[in-house]
């Protein structure tokens, strides 16, 4: 359940603690050049002071003490109070100048799934915004996530839905930061793999949890982030530390395997590709170099070659039985076997969709996984 920001009162306007020491004065009788005398201080520190010019150190508000036999401590909490109201107040015209920032982002979408906590006030959701982001300004948010996004991939889908990509991204970094992961490994990265093609054949709630496993033991944070509306994204690869990477995948298309090439693919950025770019994995006509080198990689691993020539080469791909004996076989989910000759045209899409398992977000808990039809 959402978390709800309640109101709170904070005034609009705490007075001056100059304001205090003229009362002070006033009350008491003293004139400011004689306290001035008493405190050793000239008269035009005392006046700037009492005109909001300057501000009560922690030297002067012992000072005070001894004179006017208020405790330092008091001076210098209205001092706080004073400096703390003012930054607060520009705060809040921060924040109000802001708003037309929200519009950029999928706010409503982020209350409703809880990544942020639900409010009314504008000015509250900029705030809680910027917390979600980790970041002081929209101006901040902007530098950072264009030159780690933009920087890699200029499409036009992108462009328009620059906001909800970075929200999606950052939700996976939030989620990946809860996951323990031991310090990066190749070859025990490669070493999960073989171990977590096995998972294909597994139900939902078991496979999951284990891929999560497997791969925090060897370095890389799995995450599944519940795609935002017209971001196009199948999944991600980045690396959040040089000894910590995340794989992001979205369900987008809800088959077992569409999720499970999306995730090898991934896969394949981290053991062949650098740690400085974001791999985002969208709808796009031109596929660059690093894209085909990962769908190699994804398509090799849960399917081997030979086997797979061998098995188009008998013609059994052509009905049910001959696909689920091949995926037996072989040691894979027979959707995947589907997806694959669906992809090289070998069958047509309408065709044994029935083998697939179908994925679907829990609505009781966005983060989990649960098969559905």
């Given at each position: 359940m959402a978390n709800i920001v309640q109101n709170e009162y904070h005034p609009?306007?705490?007075?001056?603690?100059g304001e205090t020491l003229l009362e002070t004065l006033d009350t008491i009788g003293m004139s400011q050049a004689e306290l001035a005398k008493r405190m050793g201080r000239p008269v035009k520190t005392i006046n700037e002071i009492i005109q909001k010019k300057a501000a009560i150190t922690a030297e002067t508000a012992l000072q005070l003490e001894q004179v006017l036999h208020i405790p330092a401590s008091f001076w210098l909490k209205r001092e706080q109070q004073y400096r703390e109201s003012l930054a607060r107040l520009a705060e809040e015209q921060r924040l109000e100048s802001w708003v037309e920032w929200l519009k950029e982002i999928p706010i409503r979408i982020?209350?409703?799934?809880?990544?942020?906590?639900?409010?009314?006030?504008?000015?509250?959701q900029v705030l809680e915004a910027l917390k979600f982001f980790g970041v002081a300004s929209p101006e901040a948010w902007r530098a950072i996530w264009e030159n780690k996004v933009i920087a890699y991939r200029k499409s036009t889908v992108l462009k328009s839905n620059f906001g909800a990509v970075t929200t999606w991204l950052r939700q996976g970094e939030l989620e990946a930061q809860k996951i323990e992961c031991a310090p990066y490994s190749a070859e025990a990265f490669h070493d999960a793999l073989i171990h977590v093609r096995t998972l294909t054949i597994e139900p939902v709630n078991f496979f999951?949890?284990?891929?999560?496993?497997?791969?925090?033991?060897?370095?890389?944070?799995?995450?599944?982030?519940?795609e935002l509306p017209n971001t196009g994204i199948c999944g991600s690869t980045q690396w959040l530390t040089p000894t910590k990477a995340l794989v992001q995948l979205s369900l987008r298309y809800k088959t077992d395997d569409q999720l499970w090439f999306t995730f090898f693919?991934?896969?394949g950025h981290i053991l062949r590709h650098g740690k400085r770019q974001v791999f985002l994995e969208m709808d796009q006509k031109d596929r660059e170099e690093d894209e085909d080198e990962a769908n190699a990689f994804a398509t090799n691993i849960l399917i081997n070659r030979i086997q797979w020539q061998r098995f188009i080469a008998q013609g059994s791909y052509r009905t049910k039985v001959g696909i689920k004996e091949f995926a037996r076989e072989a040691g894979i989910a027979p959707g995947i076997v589907v997806g694959r000759l669906q992809h090289e045209k070998l069958l047509p899409y309408g065709h044994c969709n029935d083998l697939k398992?179908?994925?679907?977000?829990?609505v009781e808990e966005v983060h989990d996984v649960s098969i559905g039809r």
């Open positions: 609009d306007y705490v007075s001056p603690p982020m209350m409703r799934r809880g990544w942020i906590p639900t409010c009314t006030d504008k000015s509250q999951q949890k284990e891929l999560v496993r497997l791969c925090a033991n060897a370095g890389v944070a799995v995450v599944f982030v519940q693919h991934e896969a398992r179908y994925l679907e977000w829990n």
